[in-house]
């Protein structure tokens, strides 16, 4: 069997036709060189190469042996690049799911950026709804989800804010504060507000869906809502209001619906989730590209 510091010798020394640059491009001496390439004719029993004071070139056994041993040996060479860049999480596909039309196309930016930086690597987009997102996320369906914050789970790591957003409030279009230019958030304490799922996490239930008003007033809790369609749906069927972030205004125009602005209420923030056990290279370069693409730091 062949080493590998024979093959590679072999084949340099066959291509360069010159043992200094030979020793020179796998930074060994020409003594080396020399040596490996003596122990190969004597193993194969002719000489591979004809030597002379001022050229070296290949002999006619040396010539066969290049042309059958260089395809294989790319070939090995390939394919074990390829494995450590699938080990290293450089290669094949990312799954990544998304949460509404805004991020969905926000995502569709990123996947792009990406492939232009990483040809080899290939982004799956995936619709999902607000109670998909942790199970995907735990269960391996997914790789990486764009989702509002805060999300304080044990086992998920969160990346930057890519995006930020107003807040405002879903209510019926028939409803007082349709008329209002803006509400605060005390006005909370004046209606009923539509929840999120219980199976949602607690940091982005509490920070959606508050109990009470910044002052300590108590806000009437409605029926809960599976997906964000079926709370506008419960809004315009005034079953309640739901915060939601100003985007709506543009993706989910409703007859049945109005947008009113908080004037005090804090940005909605958007990131990246995945689990903490799955931070692959590839994943962090689909970050990196959503970063640079919004320009967050």
């Known amino acids: ?41 004597r193993r194969t029993g002719v000489p591979l190469f004809e030597r002379t004071s001022r050229r070296v070139e290949l002999t006619a056994a040396g010539r066969r042996l290049y042309e059958g041993v260089r395809p294989a040996w790319d070939q090995i060479t390939g394919a074990f690049e390829q494995a450590v860049a699938s080990g290293r999480g450089l290669t094949g596909t990312l799954r ?57 789970e044990p086992g998920i790591a969160t990346g930057p804010v890519l995006m930020s957003e107003a807040r405002m409030l879903a209510v019926p279009a028939r409803h007082p504060f349709a008329r209002s230019a803006s509400i605060r958030l005390e006005d909370l304490a004046r209606v009923t507000l539509l929840q999120l799922p219980a199976t949602l996490p607690d940091s982005l239930r509490l920070d959606r869906t508050p109990s009470a008003t910044p002052s300590g007033k108590p806000i009437a809790r409605g029926p809960q809502a599976a997906t964000f369609n079926e709370a506008l749906t ?44 799955n931070a692959t290279a590839r994943l962090r ?7 640079d693409l919004t320009g967050a730091t």
């Open 1 to 41: 069997m062949l080493e590998r510091h024979e093959v590679e010798a072999f084949l340099t020394l066959a291509e360069e036709l010159h043992f200094g640059r030979t020793a020179e491009r796998l930074r060994v001496s020409t003594a080396r060189i020399s040596q490996t390439i003596a122990k190969l004719e």
């Open 96 to 152: 990544v799911a998304f949460v509404g039309a805004a991020g969905g196309q926000l995502l569709v930016g990123a996947a792009e950026l990406l492939r232009r930086r990483r040809p080899d690597c290939d982004v799956l987009l995936r619709e999902a709804q607000m109670t998909d997102l942790m199970p995907w996320l735990r269960d391996g369906e997914i790789d990486v989800a764009l989702a509002t914050f805060p999300v304080e």
């Open 234 to 277: 419960l809004v315009g069927a005034g079953h309640g209001v739901f915060p939601v972030g100003a985007q709506a205004r543009r993706y989910y125009v409703r007859p049945d619906v109005a947008y009113v602005p908080f004037e005090d209420a804090p940005p909605l923030h958007w990131g990246l989730l995945w689990r903490a056990d």
């Open 285 to 291: 370069t689909f970050a990196e590209a959503a970063r």
